[in-house]
């Protein structure tokens, strides 16, 4: 017997009419505090539903039946999906657990990689949101997955995802944004269990403090994250750590302590720059002079003239890495007292900003040319 014959037939064997039913139907509804069709509109259901043969597979529907006609769900021809009293394929479905291998991990981390390229080439403004959907998805996959080896890569590229996404929040001046994103990154690197990449995201959230005036906080921030991990990172990272504690410290006015975080970098630079468990860092001699240079020029070393200028001239495509030497240099030159060169780079650095929608730069452009 189908579902069109159960039905109609069941009602009939209750002497229940259809207006009776209905009403039936949307008080069981109401009890559960749940919305359905009345009116012209369930009036047409029901006649699909005992007329023309038409199946019924909301879950809902299902159960409310079986309730007002005290029948079970075969019964009433609904053999092919069981319903129960506690809406099981409603629970199932909220449930819809992911199962993570390693090639998904490596297709994220691939994805991630392809959009640090190409931030480096169009700017943040043009990929942001493409980044913050991309973060958001390995949330979702990390939240439903199971324990294990390949959770824990999910972790770990989330965490460098969402680092990529704060800085180009950073970058947008978004200051708020990048600091949100910084904690998703480093909430993903503790699952991970890897301590590179807790410390570089740690660290690099330390430049929402920079922008924002907290010199001396970032300071600590960067120092305590490498120097309580010190001998578990890779001579790489620590040489990177070493050049953004340098960063914070010229920020801070600690002329001594920037130069002394220098050396400890070029001491522990690699002479191969290249660590494949470390994708996310580029650093090589050029960009340790351009690190140098941007150091200097904060505090107002007229030396960093030549760094900027021998970086400047190794910058390759990234529009971010040439505007912030422009505006280095420019300040650089300002400090020598060369002033149409300054002006002359911050009009460039300028023309690059606009392009690349950096407001992070502009702020800066903005504050050399006003002073």
């Known amino acids: 017997m189908g579902t069109l014959t159960a039905l109609k037939a069941v009602r009939e064997e209750l002497g229940m009419t259809k207006a009776a039913a209905m009403r039936a139907f949307i008080a069981a509804a109401k009890r559960r505090r749940r919305g359905v069709p009345e009116g012209a ?3 047409r259901m029901w006649a699909y539903w005992e007329n023309d043969g038409r199946k019924i597979t909301d879950p809902l529907y299902r159960e409310l039946l079986c309730e007002i006609y005290n029948r079970t769900p075969a019964t009433l021809g609904f053999e092919e999906e069981p319903v129960s009293n506690f809406a099981i394929p409603e629970l199932a479905a909220r449930f819809n657990f992911v199962t993570v291998d390693a090639e998904m991990v490596d297709l994220f981390e691939q994805q991630t ?5 190409l931030d480096r080439k169009v700017g943040a403004a043009r990929l942001s949101e493409q980044t913050k959907l991309h973060v958001a998805q390995m949330e979702d996959v ?4 199971m ?3 390949n959770r824990a890569g999910i972790a770990a590229a989330l965490a460098e995802a969402a680092a990529l996404a704060g800085w180009q929040a950073l970058d947008m001046g978004d200051i708020k944004a990048a600091w949100r994103l910084h904690e998703t990154a480093k909430s993903g690197a503790r699952e991970s269990g890897i301590a590179a990449v807790l410390a570089h995201v740690t660290a690099q959230q330390a430049y929402a403090l920079l922008d924002s005036g907290h010199n001396e906080e970032a300071v600590t921030l ?3 994250t490498h120097r309580e991990n010190a001998r578990s990172l890779p001579a790489l990272l620590r040489a990177w ?3 953004a504690e340098a960063e914070a ?3 801070a006015g600690d002329g001594g302590g920037a130069r002394t975080a220098l050396r400890q970098a070029e001491k522990l630079l690699p002479t191969d720059s290249v660590d494949e468990e470390l994708p996310f860092l580029m650093l090589n001699e050029a960009h340790l002079a351009r690190w140098r240079g941007h150091c200097l020029a904060r505090l107002g070393d007229s030396e960093a003239v030549t760094d900027l200028t021998r970086a400047l001239d190794a910058a390759g495509d990234s529009v971010r890495a040439q505007t912030g ?6 300040t650089a030159l300002a400090a020598r007292g060369d002033v149409a060169a300054a002006q002359q780079n911050a009009k460039r650095a300028a023309e690059l900003a606009g392009h690349a929608g950096s407001t992070r730069q502009r702020v800066r452009i903005a504050k050399l040319l006003a002073s």
């Open 41 to 43: 509109s369930l009036a």
């Open 113 to 117: 990689q392809n959009f640090r390229l």
């Open 142 to 145: 990390l939240r439903d997955s």
């Open 147 to 149: 324990p294990g080896s």
């Open 222 to 224: 960067i120092s305590h």
């Open 241 to 243: 750590l070493f050049a």
């Open 249 to 251: 410290r010229s920020a």
């Open 325 to 330: 030497l422009l505006v280095d240099l420019a």
